[in-house]
T-cell receptor, first 114, second 113 residues
Framework: DVKVTQSSRYLVKRTGEKVFLECVQDMDHENMFWYRQDPGLGLRLIYFSYDVKMKEKGDIPEGYSVSREKKERFSLILESASTNQTSMYLCASRLQGAPNYGYTFGSGTRLTVV | GENVEQHPSTLSVQEGDSAVIKCTYS??????FPWYKQELGKRPQLIID?????GEKKDQRIAVTLNKTAKHFSLHITETQPEDSAVYFC????????????FGKGTKLSVKP
């Protein structure tokens, strides 16, 4: 069974802090994604990566950056956390070119910025 | 780019009734349409999907239909049960083997006992 693990379930950080959200998958998936989920707004794509060292901006990249140094790990970085970044963050992965093209999601990290 | 509209945003049904959630997409090149179920506090999980070369797919009490001409697809849940209560997301994959999924905003389904 594919596992996508997000290191923290809940995080509380202060405004201005640098925040790292970690995501690890154990199925050798090439593609990885970061979303934020807010009520009424659905899933919004922040950044994605099709392979190691690769990264692409999604729909709402402002205030975020990412790192993909190893295939299994995709990190989301909030350079200077702000209260409007309080949200649920979901990581997802996918095998490139898989027949079903579906994503496997992690359990999410609920981040509160105070 | 691709845009996916999902309706309704909330849906309440009595246990045993059917529930239908509809999505429309804009990119005629989209070729894969998954549905995800997210129970409260849990991760979204794939429950059923359909490809553009198929018009309908069933899996027990759930089914998905696709109308490529009209560019819409629907999720049908029959004989609903309280454990069907969740948020459901539709998605469409833009063209190409690496195309990303574009998600609808979700439908919160409540099944009342």
């Amino acid at each position: 069974d594919v596992k996508v693990t997000q290191s923290s379930r809940y995080l509380v950080k202060r405004t201005g802090e640098k925040v790292f959200l970690e995501c690890v998958q154990d199925m050798d998936h090439e593609n990885m994604f970061w979303y934020r989920q807010d009520p009424g707004l659905g899933l919004r794509l922040i950044y994605f990566s099709y392979d190691v060292k690769m990264k692409e901006k999604g729909d709402i990249p402002e205030g975020y950056s990412v790192s993909r140094e190893k295939k299994e790990r995709f990190s989301l970085i909030l350079e200077s956390a702000s209260t409007n970044q309080t949200s649920m963050y979901l990581c997802a992965s996918r095998l490139q070119g898989a027949p079903n093209y579906g994503y496997t999601f992690g359990s999410g990290t609920r981040l509160t910025v105070v | 780019g691709e845009n996916v509209e999902q309706h309704p945003s909330t849906l309440s049904v009595q246990e045993g009734d059917s529930a239908v959630i509809k999505c429309t997409y804009s990119d005629s090149a989209s070729n894969y349409f998954p549905w995800y179920k997210q129970e409260l506090g849990k991760r979204p999980q794939l429950i059923i999907d359909i490809r553009s070369n198929v018009g309908e797919k069933k899996d027990q009490r759930i089914a998905v239909t696709l109308n490529k001409t009209a560019k819409h697809f629907s999720l049908h849940i029959t004989e609903t049960q309280p454990e069907d209560s969740a948020v459901y997301f539709c998605a469409a994959k833009v063209g190409g083997s690496q195309g990303n999924l574009i998600f609808g905003k979700g439908t919160k389904l409540s099944v009342k006992p």
